[in-house]
């Protein structure tokens, strides 16, 4: 079974900084996309940040210039800095993976999250 553990997350005042770490582990074939949606009160799961396996990225317009994705392959973990933080940037964040496992002789792609870290920005 895949795994997707989360490291980061905390309080910060505005304009701060945090990182994020995501670390994917268990009978991984390959990773195809992986990336952070965050979930504030009252609000809708959106997409932050993500990262596809050819390098190729995409941003939320809210967060353009201020986050940035990247992976380190080698571990199947994936980072995401957060600078200049804004107080509308409060909320949990999931880290999300699509990610082909091994069963068996069997390649099975499937979405996998993260259990979610709190980002809380004071103004």
């Known amino acids: 079974q895949v795994q997707l553990v989360e490291s980061g997350g905390g309080l910060v005042q505005a304009g701060g900084s945090l990182r994020l770490s995501c670390a994917a582990s268990?009978?991984?074939?390959?990773?195809?996309?992986m990336g952070w949606y965050r979930q504030a009160p009252g609000k809708q799961r959106e997409l932050v940040a993500r990262?596809?396996?050819?390098?190729?990225?995409n941003y939320a317009d809210s967060v353009k210039g201020r986050f940035t994705i990247s992976r380190d392959n080698a571990k199947n973990t994936v980072l995401l800095q957060m600078n200049s933080l804004k107080p509308e940037d409060t909320a949990v964040y999931y880290c999300?993976?699509?990610?082909?496992?091994?069963?068996?002789?069997?390649?099975?792609?499937?979405?996998?999250w993260g259990q979610g870290t709190q980002v809380t920005v004071s103004s």
């Open positions: 990262i596809i396996s050819d390098g190729s990225t």
């Open positions: 999300h993976g699509d990610i082909t496992q091994i069963m068996g002789w069997n390649r099975v792609r499937g979405d996998y």
């Open positions: 268990g009978s991984i074939f390959s990773i195809n996309v």
